[in-house]
Structures are given as structure tokens and as C-alpha cells.
């Protein structure tokens, strides 16, 4: 019977995997849409990331679903229970993710109606640096592997202080060209939602060292450095 129940919790865990891998695979492509919708000015593709972010949807409820089997049917412990929650929680930032690109794409459609504005070196640099972050939160989670994803949580330092750049360069430019006040203002929306994905990508690294490692370092910085 103990054997059984093993082969069932190996499984279910699998074919829980698998589906927070697609998921995340998900997710990649339509940042990566929503981002190339908003260089190319193309509501076309736009459109198609609306659409899109219905299959990681669906691949979130499938997740929830499975969860509550695995919870109510395996009653996993210990190693296994870890990994049930982290890609609980993984599933939860990999739609926020689905949403964040909408909300990019939502800012294609608007900037594609008016005249082109310069987007900036960095924000490309923004741009590479989110997308990289998250591709490696989940090659990290693919491969369990603690290292890169440690990696990922010293890059949010710098998506952070790029933001900060750019929405001061935002800013400064709404005062000198009011006439571009609208293309401006979909800028800073877009570079706002680049440094969440960058959150959502540490928020990943996060749940992979908690299930590798039982170590939970959520807020770990805050905590260990408490105001005075």
C-alpha cells in the first residue's frame, strides 16, 4: 500500500509539473507578444494576447483542481507537500504575468494610435532584463535548480533602478512635450508592469528554494532589517 500511495503522489506531482511548465511557457510568449506589439505598433498582435492569456487561465484553474486533489487524495508530507504549494504559488504569479502582458497590450493598442514616440535604450534594457528574469525563474523551477534561481533574486536590484530611470525620464519629457502627455503616460504604465514581472519572477525564484530548500525567504530582506 505505502508503495501505491508513492507511485500516486510521484504522479499526480508530475502531471502537476507539467502543466505549471506549460503554463510558464505560456507566459513567456505572450510577454514576448505584447512586448513586440508595442515596438511593431501593431494591434494585430495586440488582439492576439487577449486570446492568449485564456489558455493560462484555463491551465490556472486545471492547476487549483489539482491541488485540491493532491491535497485531499495523496495527502502528501513533507518534500512533496513543499512542492504542491510552491507551484500552487508559482501558478498564481504566472497569471498575474498573463495579466500584466494584456495590460501591455492594452498599451500597444492605445500608442498605435497616435504618432510614434521614441521608446529609449532603456527600456529595451528594461524589456531584456524582465524577460530574462523570468526566463530564468523558470528554467530554475524546471530544473529545481537553487543556484539560478538565487541568481534571479540579485537581478531585481537593477530592474528596479531602471524603472526608477526611466519613469524620471518620463517625466521630464511630459513637461518639455505635453503634446505627447498620452504616449508618455502608456510608457510609464509599461515600464511599471516590466519591473512587476520582475517581482513575479523573484517571487518564483522564491517558491523554487522554498521547495529545494525549505528555506522561506519571502520578505527575508524587510525582516532582517526592520525600522527603527
Known amino acids: 500500500m505505502p508503495d501505491r500511495i508513492h507511485v500516486r503522489v510521484e504522479r499526480d506531482l508530475e502531471s ?29 498582435l495586440a488582439a492576439e494576447v487577449k486570446q492568449d492569456d485564456l489558455a493560462i487561465d484555463q491551465l ?15 495527502a502528501p ?21 498573463g495579466d500584466i502582458a494584456r495590460n501591455i497590450a492594452g498599451c500597444a493598442r492605445r500608442l498605435a494610435q497616435h504618432p510614434p514616440v521614441q521608446l529609449g535604450d532603456e527600456l529595451s ?17 524546471r530544473d529545481l535548480d537553487v543556484n539560478l534561481a538565487r541568481a534571479v533574486l540579485g537581478a531585481d536590484d537593477k530592474i528596479d533602478e531602471l524603472e526608477g530611470r526611466i519613469i524620471r525620464g518620463a517625466i521630464d519629457r511630459l513637461s518639455a512635450a505635453p503634446e505627447h502627455t ?22 518564483i525564484a522564491e517558491e523554487v528554494i522554498l521547495a529545494a530548500e525549505a528555506k522561506n525567504l519571502k520578505h527575508a530582506a524587510k525582516l532582517s532589517n526592520p525600522p527603527r
Not at 534594457?125 to 523551477?141: D, H, K, P, V, Y
Not at 498620452?182 to 517571487?203: C, P, S
Request: charged share 30%; glycine share 2%; proline share 1%.
Open 16 to 44: 502537476l509539473r507539467s502543466r505549471a511548465v506549460r503554463m510558464a511557457e505560456l507566459c513567456e510568449a505572450i510577454l514576448a507578444k505584447s512586448l513586440r506589439a508595442v515596438r511593431d505598433r501593431s494591434p494585430g
Open 60 to 74: 490556472d484553474i486545471e492547476i487549483d483542481d489539482l491541488v485540491l486533489q493532491i491535497l485531499a487524495l495523496d
Open 77 to 97: 508530507v513533507a518534500a512533496d507537500l513543499r512542492h504542491v504549494i510552491a507551484i500552487k504559488s508559482i501558478a498564481t504569479d504566472l497569471e498575474r504575468i
Open 125 to 141: 534594457i528594461l524589456e531584456e532584463g524582465s524577460q530574462s528574469a523570468l526566463r530564468n525563474a523558470i528554467q530554475a523551477f
Open 182 to 203: 498620452e504616449q508618455e503616460i502608456d510608457l510609464i504604465f509599461i515600464t511599471k508592469d516590466l519591473e512587476r514581472v520582475g517581482d513575479h519572477a523573484t517571487n
